[in-house]
């Protein structure tokens, strides 16, 4: 806000609400009401967003400084062949052409990430040449350029075939080979944290993803040897915590944080899943149990959605087939206490590095949507200048998209797939989420720039077609993010006028 009174306006709040509370309205009624109201504080948006939810620290600063021992010329024409066969292959599906590789598309693959390893595999020796490469960005629009800098020896995951598909489905040579190099990475006392992140970047195969997860997120311990019981502890700590507060979901301090909880759950997907009493059951004392340990931000809608991907990716652990549909009763008591154990601690760990996302008045989404209006701004203008004519505010759909991480606009399947990368990205879910939402934004422009108005631009960035999205589409989006993160992350100013 710009004055002193709309600061102190800003900061009202009905503190008899239960955080997080959104009145239901239909979608028609909601742009209506954004659009003639003038909204002045935070609460007032949040208010009228009624359908917002319907439709190692060590390792990671080596990890940051990894881009570092680039040359910058050969990966971004490495970058630049693979991101060109994609888009040669997305054609062909657009026009129902067979999308089949061809050997020479799959020899150029293979000849890029050849490269690619080879620069990221010398640690010292190069010098970034910046006679071309950034200097030259500067020349093209941003959105439209098609090279990415890299930073590990499986960046750019962007694959003919989807890999990790939930059902466990046939993989195809490349697949097993890189699930062959995870399994010797895992197989040793005292795995590299810092070479699984660099693996793990472009995708994990499902046969390893949940110990990796494990692994990534600082849940367990690296040492082979200190795991089953540090397994055993945490597992212990939380059903300890199940005993001391659960009973007490009913007091009449509690009550209302549970009766939101309660409710919000039925409306999360997949259904198939979600609707299982089992796994209600489970996600209530997972989201209680947290709420009542973090009275900072208490619970707020948006973090239900986030335990839907470990319980998803803890349960591969335990079967051959696919996740959505199976009957989560089967499973044995002692199984089912594993998983969910397991998914509140992994779940904890994401939340302590993005919590003022959720604190009173959501400061980290706040400021995230503003460097997202800001970077937009500066990539695509043309973007950001339509959205402003329409009178489409950046919190009116970003909101949603750093508070539910672009899970309600992505199927689980590429959540899954994203979140490899966010788990092995430094911060991934607190700063590189931001520069993905920036590279899903101009991923539309098209589509954007041909809505004429503010209702036909809501409609569209509150459903977004990505319903047959797949590996592929996560992985050049990924690999935009990335080349925006490069180019602007440690830049901010660099291409300002």
Same mark, same amino acid.
């Given at each position: 806000?710009s004055?002193?009174?709309?600061?102190?306006?800003?900061?009202?709040?009905?503190?008899?609400? =239960?955080?997080?509370?959104?009145?239901k309205?239909?979608?028609? $009624?909601l742009?209506?009401?954004?659009?003639?109201?003038?909204?002045?504080?935070?609460?007032?948006?949040?208010?009228i967003?009624?359908?917002?939810?319907? &439709?190692?620290?060590?390792?990671?600063?080596?990890?940051?400084?990894?881009?570092?021992?680039?040359n910058?010329?050969?990966?971004?024409?490495?970058?630049?062949?693979?991101?060109?066969?994609?888009?040669?292959?997305?054609?062909?599906?657009?026009?129902?052409?067979p999308?089949?590789a061809?050997?020479?598309?799959?020899?150029?693959?293979?000849? +890029?990430?050849?490269?690619v390893?080879?620069?990221?595999?010398?640690?010292t020796?190069f010098?970034?040449?910046?006679?071309?490469?950034?200097n030259?960005l500067?020349?093209?629009?941003?959105?439209?350029?098609?090279?990415?800098?890299?930073?590990?020896?499986?960046?750019l995951?962007?694959?003919? +075939?989807?890999?990790?598909?939930?059902d466990g489905?046939?993989?195809?040579?490349?697949?097993?080979?890189?699930?062959?190099?995870?399994?010797?990475? #895992?197989?040793?006392?005292?795995?590299d #944290?810092?070479?699984?992140?660099? #693996?793990?970047?472009?995708?994990?195969?499902?046969?390893?993803?949940p110990?990796?997860?494990?692994l990534?997120?600082?849940?367990?311990?690296?040492? &082979?040897?200190?795991r089953?019981?540090?397994?055993?502890?945490?597992?212990?700590?939380?059903?300890?915590?199940?005993?001391?507060?659960?009973?007490?979901?009913?007091?009449?301090?509690?009550?209302?944080?549970?009766?939101?909880?309660?409710?919000?759950?039925?409306?999360?997907?997949?259904?198939s899943?979600?609707l299982?009493?089992?796994?209600?059951?489970?996600?209530?004392?997972?989201l209680?149990?947290?709420?009542i340990r973090?009275?900072?931000?208490?619970y707020?809608?948006?973090?239900?959605?986030?335990?839907?991907?470990?319980f998803?990716v803890? =349960?591969?652990?335990?079967i051959?087939?696919? =996740?959505?549909?199976?009957?989560?009763?089967?499973?044995?008591?002692?199984?089912l206490? @594993?998983?969910?154990?397991?998914s509140?601690?992994?779940?904890?760990?994401?939340?302590?590095?993005?919590?003022?996302?959720?604190?009173?008045?959501? $400061?980290g989404?706040?400021?995230?949507?503003? +460097?997202?209006?800001e970077?937009?701004?500066?990539?695509?203008?043309? =973007?950001?200048k339509?959205?402003q004519?329409?009178?489409?505010?950046?919190?009116?759909?970003?909101?949603?998209?750093?508070?539910?991480?672009?899970?309600?606009?992505? $199927?689980l399947?590429?959540?899954?797939?994203?979140?490899d990368?966010?788990q092995?990205?430094?911060?991934?879910?607190?700063?590189?989420?931001?520069?993905?939402?920036?590279?899903?934004?101009?991923?539309?422009?098209?589509?954007? #720039?041909?809505?004429?108005?503010?209702?036909?631009?809501?409609?569209?960035?509150? @459903?977004?077609?990505?319903m047959?999205?797949?590996?592929?589409?996560?992985?050049?989006?990924?690999?935009?993010?990335?080349?925006?993160?490069?180019?602007?992350a440690?830049? $901010?100013?660099?291409?300002?006028?």
């Amino acid at each position: 806000m710009s004055s002193d009174g709309g600061k102190k306006q800003f900061w009202r709040r009905n503190v008899s609400k =239960v955080p997080g509370s959104l009145l239901k309205a239909n979608s028609k $009624p909601l742009l209506v009401s954004i659009r003639t109201k003038k909204v002045q504080t935070f609460q007032e948006f949040e208010s009228i967003t009624s359908d917002a939810w319907d &439709v190692g620290d060590d390792d990671d600063d080596l990890l940051a400084m990894a881009a570092q021992n680039l040359n910058t010329d050969v990966v971004m024409e490495t970058a630049n062949k693979v991101i060109q066969i994609h888009s040669k292959l997305q054609e062909q599906k657009q026009q129902d052409k067979p999308t089949e590789a061809t050997p020479e598309q799959l020899n150029n693959l293979e000849e +890029a990430d050849s490269n690619v390893e080879n620069i990221v595999k010398s640690d010292t020796g190069f010098e970034l040449d910046t006679s071309t490469g950034l200097n030259d960005l500067e020349k093209t629009p941003l959105q439209r350029q098609q090279s990415v800098p890299s930073r590990s020896p499986t960046l750019l995951a962007a694959r003919i +075939a989807d890999q990790n598909p939930l059902d466990g489905s046939l993989m195809t040579e490349r697949e097993i080979t890189r699930l062959e190099k995870f399994r010797q990475l #895992l197989a040793g006392p005292n795995p590299d #944290l810092e070479e699984l992140r660099k #693996l793990s970047w472009s995708g994990i195969p499902r046969q390893v993803r949940p110990i990796t997860w494990k692994l990534l997120s600082g849940y367990l311990p690296a040492n &082979v040897e200190r795991r089953e019981s540090t397994l055993q502890r945490k597992r212990a700590e939380y059903f300890a915590f199940i005993e001391q507060y659960y009973d007490s979901r009913n007091d009449e301090h509690h009550q209302d944080t549970y009766r939101q909880i309660a409710i919000d759950i039925p409306r999360m997907t997949p259904e198939s899943l979600i609707l299982q009493p089992k796994v209600r059951e489970i996600f209530e004392r997972i989201l209680f149990i947290w709420a009542i340990r973090h009275p900072a931000s208490g619970y707020v809608q948006g973090i239900n959605d986030l335990v839907t991907p470990f319980f998803v990716v803890f =349960v591969f652990e335990y079967i051959e087939g696919e =996740v959505e549909n199976f009957d989560v009763s089967s499973l044995s008591d002692e199984v089912l206490q @594993n998983i969910e154990a397991d998914s509140f601690w992994c779940m904890s760990k994401l939340l302590d590095g993005i919590q003022d996302n959720y604190t009173f008045a959501q $400061p980290g989404i706040q400021k995230k949507v503003k +460097a997202l209006q800001e970077l937009v701004s500066r990539i695509d203008e043309q =973007v950001h200048k339509h959205l402003q004519q329409s009178e489409v505010e950046y919190l009116q759909f970003a909101f949603r998209w750093m508070n539910n991480l672009l899970m309600r606009e992505l $199927p689980l399947r590429c959540t899954i797939r994203l979140w490899d990368t966010y788990q092995s990205e430094p911060e991934g879910f607190s700063h590189f989420h931001l520069y993905v939402c920036a590279a899903f934004l101009v991923r539309w422009r098209k589509e954007l #720039l041909e809505e004429r108005d503010f209702q036909g631009l809501m409609i569209l960035l509150q @459903n977004l077609p990505t319903m047959h999205w797949g590996n592929e589409e996560i992985s050049i989006l990924l690999a935009e993010a990335y080349r925006l993160k490069y180019a602007f992350a440690d830049a $901010p100013n660099h291409y300002k006028r």
